[in-house]
């Protein structure tokens, strides 16, 4: 079973980028186990404006509130970072990680530079693994 990190704007696609992020998972692992970090939470939380309350006005922010929604399907793992980011590389240095989702580019390098295996998006819609 692969063990797939998705991180902010993973969970943001859908809006965004029009893509089945669980779909595309699915047809490029297969049957993958998707978690996220908690940093990665509140900070779709931050621009969801979920934690003051705020409405869905921009993109964004309707992104990020369908990204939080779809967190619900991942597993929530805590870090020991802070900053999603370097929650996201602390989760994908573990043993039984294989994957990481991102369109992220600096993060794409860090994890490039940590040797884990990167899934972002190839063409419109579609997700491959780099």
């Given at each position: 079973?692969?063990?797939?990190?998705?991180d902010?704007?993973?969970l943001m696609m859908?809006?965004?980028c029009?893509?089945?992020?669980?779909?595309?998972?699915d047809?490029?692992?297969?049957?993958?186990?998707?978690?996220?970090?908690?940093a990665t939470?509140?900070?779709l939380e931050?621009?969801?404006g979920a934690?003051?309350?705020g409405?869905?006005?921009?993109?964004?922010?309707?992104?990020?509130?369908?990204?939080?929604?779809?967190?619900?399907?991942?597993?929530?793992?805590?870090?020991?970072?802070?900053?999603?980011?370097?929650a996201?590389?602390?989760?994908?240095?573990?043993d039984?990680?294989?994957?990481?989702?991102?369109?992220?580019?600096?993060?794409?390098?860090?994890?490039?530079?940590?040797d884990?295996?990167?899934i972002?998006l190839r063409?419109?819609?579609?997700?491959?693994?780099t």
């Open positions: 079973m692969s063990v797939v990190v998705l902010t704007n993973a859908p809006v965004e029009g893509v089945r992020v669980f779909e595309e998972l047809r490029v692992v297969g049957d993958p186990t998707p978690v996220v970090p908690a939470l509140a900070e931050r621009l969801s934690e003051s309350g409405t869905a006005a921009s993109e964004e922010t309707r992104a990020a509130s369908v990204g939080l929604d779809l967190a619900g399907r991942c597993g929530v793992c805590e870090t020991e970072a802070t900053y999603a980011d370097d996201v590389v602390e989760l994908a240095q573990a039984d990680v294989t994957h990481v989702v991102t369109n992220d580019r600096p993060l794409q390098e860090r994890l490039a530079d940590a884990v295996s990167v972002r063409g419109r819609n579609k997700l491959a693994i």
